[in-house]
Structures are given as structure tokens and as C-alpha cells.
């Protein structure tokens, strides 16, 4: 920090422009090019998936009777079967994830 004078005489602190706080930091080492997240890449298209398929059903009438009359026709045991399929289904794309983290894990080290 230095003690300067302005144009009307009266002081001005001018602070150093080094490394502090204030700093602007410098562009590390290039490591390559950037790393790919499996993870929210797979999770994004589950969810565009998922979107399409609701927007499928919901964009036509008689999609959205056919989908309403299906959902009707469950009996608890066909429920339940259908909710331990999309249980499982979560289940593998979880492994998969898991899978593709340890991947980019070893692959980093």
C-alpha cells in the first residue's frame, strides 16, 4: 500500500497488486481436456426420457384416457409388481453409475 496524491492534493491509497485478495487468479496448467460427467449425462437422459414419455401420454386425449382406463385396470398384485420393477430398474441404473464413478475414478488416478 502506497500513499499517493490526486488531482485535488488530497491523499489516495493505491493498494499492491500482487497475490492478496483481490488477485485475479492466473490460468492453471493445461491437464487435458475436460473431464466428462457420466453421472449427469445418464441422469439427464433418464430425465428426458421420462419427460417425453409424460409429454407422449399427456399431449393427445385419447393417450391420456388409454394411460387413465391402464392405471384403473391394476389389481394390487399388479401394482406391486409394477412398483418393484421401477424399484429395480433404479436399482441398476444406480449400479451403473456406480460402476461409471469408479471408471472415471481409476482412470484419474
Known sequence: MSD???QDD???LVF?????????PRPSASRGSAQIRWGGVVWGVILIAFAAGTLAVLSARDRLIAAQLWFASLTPASAWALGLAVAGGIIVVLAVLG???SAQRRRRA
Do not use: E, I, L, S
Open 10 to 12: 488530497q491523499p489516495t
Open 16 to 24: 499492491d497488486t500482487g497475490t492478496g485478495a483481490g488477485a485475479q
Open 4 to 6: 499517493t496524491r490526486n
Open 99 to 101: 460402476g461409471v464413478r
